[in-house]
Structure formats: structure tokens, C-alpha cells
């Protein structure tokens, strides 16, 4: 199986930049998508293909992917932005998901 | 506007079998694979298994292969997951989603997701 790794936990200061990584295989050879899932929430796309923004998700969502690293920036970070953030690539046939890292706004 | 509408979960005994549904409307059905992804209570995202927007094409994750089947039925605009051999980690929220594309590559991504079916697997 193909494994996406992200770190647990990303705290950051309302106003700041957040970054959150993803590290797989060659990720930088396959596309990433980020998606957003606050609590009892069903999770909604961020970043697709690399470094998309889906109409409608604020311009301070960004993503890039090169080597073994897909990275989620949020510039300008707000309290709303809060919440688990899950990287998905493909392997093949199958669908990946990262673990999700918990963004706290603090 | 896009809705995904699951149904059909619930408590079920080990070992036993459910079929989840997920109705779809807002968009044309055929033309867009569909997946499900399911969450256990308090932990990640786990993807489950993908069918293409015609159902010839199905791709499903090793760890349900053989106990888990996706199918669709387009005349209905339904999605669905037909789980046998039901074990107490199955326990999790199961969304079905829409896909980008009509066929399963490594170009698209699930851009409307529904509300999630709980299943409960417990004696």
C-alpha cells in the first residue's frame, strides 16, 4: 500500500501562515487534493490537483507538490479555519488518504 | 445544486450484512464515478471502494475486498454498498461522494460529499 504521512497536530496564531505537509513516495509525481472536515461535519475539497482552489474556498487556501511533499498553505489563518485536514492521493487502483493533521487556531 | 443523500445504515450483529444507499440528484449520474469513504469514530478518513460512471470499472480497498461490493444503478441515480461479513471495526460514519470524472483515474477528485450513514456493528 501506498502511505501518506501528515503530522497529528499544526497549531498557528490567528493572522499567520499555516502549513500543513503530506509526505508519500514520489507524491510530487501524482496529484494531491486537500479536503477540510470541522466537527460532525462531512469533509469538503480545498486544493485539488496539486494546487487548485474549488470556486468558493477563500484565496488564502493554496497548495504545491514536488518531490516526496504535498504541502496545504492557509495565509492570513482564521479562527475558522479550524479543524482536520486530509491529504488524498491515488496509488494505482486504490484511493489514499493521510491520517489528517488537527489545525488549531490559537 | 448537488445533494448526496445516504441511508441504510444502523445496528447490526457481527457477521451480519447491510446495504447502504446513497441517492444523488443535481448533477447527471452516469456521467461521474462515485466512491465511498468511511470514518470510525474519532479517527481518519478510509476509503472504500469506486465505481465508474457506466459501473463497469471498480476499484476497492484490499483490507474490505471480498466482503464489501459498490454497486450503482443509473436509472435511479443511486449509489450503493452491499457490506456481508459485518465485524465490530466496521463501526464508522460511511459517506458516499461524487467523483470528478466519468472514469476512475488519478486526475480527479471527490468534490461533493454527502452527510454519512452511521453503521453500528455490535451484539
Known amino acids: 500500500s501506498y502511505d501518506l504521512i501528515q503530522p497529528p497536530s499544526v497549531s498557528v496564531s490567528p493572522g499567520q501562515t499555516a502549513s500543513i505537509p503530506c509526505s508519500g513516495d514520489?507524491?510530487?509525481?501524482?496529484?494531491a487534493c486537500w479536503y477540510q472536515q470541522k466537527p460532525g461535519q462531512s469533509p469538503i475539497l480545498v486544493i485539488y490537483q496539486d494546487n487548485k482552489r474549488p470556486s468558493g474556498i477563500p484565496e488564502r487556501f493554496s497548495g504545491s507538490n514536488s518531490g516526496n511533499t504535498a504541502t496545504l498553505t492557509i495565509s492570513g489563518t482564521q479562527a475558522q479555519d479550524e479543524g482536520d485536514y486530509y491529504c488524498?492521493?491515488?496509488?494505482?487502483?486504490?484511493?489514499?488518504f493521510g491520517g489528517g493533521t488537527k489545525l488549531t487556531v490559537l | 445544486e448537488v445533494q448526496l443523500l445516504e441511508s441504510g445504515g444502523g445496528l447490526v450483529q457481527p457477521g451480519g450484512s447491510l446495504r447502504l444507499s446513497c441517492a444523488a440528484s443535481g448533477f447527471t449520474f452516469n456521467n461521474y464515478a462515485m466512491t465511498w469513504v468511511r470514518q470510525a469514530p474519532g479517527k481518519g478518513l478510509e476509503w472504500v471502494s469506486i465505481?465508474?460512471?457506466?459501473?463497469?470499472?471498480?476499484y476497492n480497498a484490499d483490507s474490505m475486498k471480498g466482503r464489501f461490493t459498490i454497486s450503482r444503478d443509473n436509472s435511479k441515480n443511486t449509489l450503493y454498498l452491499h457490506m456481508n461479513s459485518l465485524r465490530a471495526e466496521d463501526t464508522a460514519v460511511y459517506y458516499c461522494?461524487?467523483?470528478?470524472?466519468?472514469?476512475?483515474?488519478?486526475?480527479?477528485?471527490?468534490?461533493?460529499w454527502g452527510q454519512g450513514t452511521l453503521v453500528t456493528v455490535s451484539s
Open positions: 465505481t465508474s460512471g457506466s459501473g463497469d470499472t471498480t
Open positions: 514520489k507524491l510530487g509525481d501524482r496529484y
Open positions: 488524498q492521493a491515488w496509488d494505482s487502483r486504490t484511493v489514499e
Open positions: 461522494a461524487k467523483y470528478s470524472m466519468r472514469t476512475c483515474g488519478n486526475s480527479g477528485y471527490f468534490d461533493y
